[in-house]
């Protein structure tokens, strides 16, 4: 009898086992499991780094939602002529932003460097627009609707939209193609995904709709023969969690981490009670950079 329940213990782990690492852990699984994953967290934090002419930007942004929504980040820009750093804070009704430092190489007319103390830390508000699918700019938008759609969404919600983003082909990778490596200790998997622009389209629209977001409708036409963005996504092939996204040229990498952290370790600030227009913020900065 003990032999009995000892075969059938073995048997038990060895199934469990087979179906981790044939079912669990296969590619195509991770792959759609982190896709049904980003549209059920709370909190995610992302560190993007881009190189472009000369120019680098540098950006740690906390991204929370459910009962509060919103975005915060914190911007280095830097080039030849100077280093820019900013804060932003994002709603899907409002955008702030402040300048918390600046620093020039360009000297004012009176041969004298530039002097942006008077803009520092003063909070700029502008207003969301209707979101204009085919640029966004707001650091809500991007950061709910990048090449993966991230968002707080019920049970039924998330299994339609998976089931619509598998059916609308905005995502195509070969899963013979993908490789296994170590990332900080853990098995995850590298993907070659092509993004459909199109298909992209459809699903912000639909993405934007299904959350109760204002979105206006863009001419699928004009994106039909375009040709597909290429990225390369790391996938943690435990966790189903997208841990890195790259672009074709490699010049700029994005690094998720801190999953559903809880509200008070997120540190996000209150939003200002203290503002100006961010159009008043902007011309004060062109009348600076003209003196």
Avoid at 230 to 241: G, I, L, R, W
């Amino acid at each position: 009898m003990l032999r009995i329940v000892i075969l059938i213990i073995i048997i038990a782990g060895v199934l469990v086992w087979l179906w981790w690492v044939k079912v669990y852990e296969s590619p195509t699984n991770v792959f759609w499991g982190m896709v049904k994953n980003n549209l059920n967290v709370s909190s995610v934090s992302e560190n993007v780094t881009e190189y472009n002419s000369g120019s680098t930007l540098n950006k740690t942004l906390q991204l929370e939602l459910g009962g509060t929504n919103v975005a915060h980040s914190i911007t280095t820009y830097t080039q030849s002529a100077g280093i820019v750093k900013t804060e932003e804070l994002s709603t899907p009704d409002a955008y702030y932003v402040r300048y918390s430092g600046i620093s020039s190489t360009q000297k004012g007319k009176n041969g004298k460097p530039l002097n942006f103390s008077s803009l520092i830390n003063k909070w700029g508000i502008s207003s969301q627009p209707t979101k204009n699918l085919a640029n966004l700019n707001y650091p809500f938008d991007l950061a709910i609707m990048n090449i993966f759609p991230i968002a707080n969404m019920t049970p039924d919600q998330t299994n339609a939209l998976v089931k619509y983003i598998k059916n609308s082909g905005v995502y195509k990778f070969t899963p013979s193609a993908v490789k296994k490596e170590l990332l900080n200790r853990r098995k995850v998997y590298v993907y070659s995904v092509q993004l459909a622009e199109a298909p992209y389209i459809l699903l912000a629209e639909k993405f934007y709709t299904e959350l109760g977001l204002p979105t206006e409708k863009l001419d699928i036409n004009d994106y039909t023969n375009l040709s597909p963005a290429n990225f390369q996504v790391t996938v943690d092939a435990s966790s189903h969690e997208l841990t890195e996204l790259v672009d074709a040229t490699g010049q700029n990498k994005m690094i998720y981490s801190g999953y559903n952290v809880q509200g008070y370790q997120l540190q996000i600030p209150k939003l200002p009670s203290s503002t100006i227009p961010f159009a008043q913020l902007e011309q004060n900065l062109k009348n600076i950079a003209a003196s």
